[in-house]
């Protein structure tokens, strides 16, 4: 480590808190899909801030639009209108479906509006009892109090007891369970399509399809968290739209303003109409620079088609990442995901692994113990998922 690193380190230790376990590493400067260290050395980065950065870093058209802004209004309250939170707000309805918007600054925060909908919706315009919401084991939703208690791992809840009344949570791809756990006081089930903090994992269509089916059947919302999954990610607009699926409610965030703390919950018409004036709010959300980098981050999207390319190049890399596996034999239990989010299961140390991999100038986490998990900008190249499978190769090979 250099020096300038090591001093940065002690710096962070000592003035900030101690909850990321943080690699040997500090960033500088992002462009496209380099990231640049201290000392000027390039990685390619396979992870986009986790799933954020989907035009790459520093977009310079996203980057134009932001100072725009910036020299035009920055913040003025919600109690105000705002003509560029409309822009986004339809923007983001044409991805989707006709509805509503509520925008905030956060998935966490997102997924808890989510939540306060689906409780007062049924409360206020259906006026049932109904406020339990159900989710999946392995799920994960956010870290405040009631989204830790939705998502579907214990390691999030260590120590924060009591958690929030009014959540069930059952195994995940078990239809019969979900049936099971839908009652009278559920008010709306809460799914990803694909689950990425526990491990990328995809779920089947037709599980998919009988979640959506039940939730109907029961007549209580179905809720899903495309909070990573979203915004070309998989190679849709909304991973749900692979499988026809119609929820009700959609939570995004990560890459909707491609680095800028945005969240937003879409929500039909009909479930909109849970919230009014008073019942939810949010100092920040939906503020003039961040719906104008957010419509622009759309518009990008939308003018490079970088769903298809998602969808496209993550044929590509699976293919390449199963040809490793085979060259390998014993070493990858399974190379898994939708679009350019991918999973590649190993069944060497993962840990040392990944660490090799980062040593040799490639970013991308390691999450579930064993899976190496990509999520890389959308615009990333044939040519760089090559450079990678072929130092996968050679790392696998050493082991
Ligand atoms: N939901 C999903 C599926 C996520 O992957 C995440 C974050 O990783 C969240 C919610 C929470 O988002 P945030 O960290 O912006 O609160």
Known sequence: MSEKFEALKQRVGASIMNTYGRYPLAIAKGKGC??????????LDLLAGIAVCNLGHCHPEVTQAVCDQAGQLVHVSNVFFQEPQAALAEALLETWRPGRVFFCNSGAEANEGAIKLARRYMHAVRGEDRHEVVTLVNSFHGRTLATL??????KVKDGFHPL?????????GDLEALKAAIGPKTAAVLIEIVQGEGGVKPFPADYLAGVQAACREAGVLFMVDEIQTGLCRTGKWWAHQHYGLEPDVITSAKALANGLPMGAVLATEDVAAGFVPGTHATTFGGGAVLCAAASKTLEIMDRDKLAERAARLGDFAKALFQDVAECNPGKIKEVR?????IGIDLAVDGQKAWEELTKRGFILNLTAGSVLRLLPPLVITQEELRRFAQALDDVLGAM
């Not at 208690?149 to 214990?154: E, F, I, L, S």
């Not at 995901?337 to 989010?341: D, E, S, V």
């Open 34 to 43: 380099s990231l640049y260290d201290l000392d000027g050395r390039e990685y």
């Open 149 to 154: 208690t939705a998502t579907g791992q214990d």
């Open 164 to 172: 929030p009344e009014g959540f069930v949570t059952v195994p995940a």
């Open 337 to 341: 995901g939708l679009g350019l989010m």
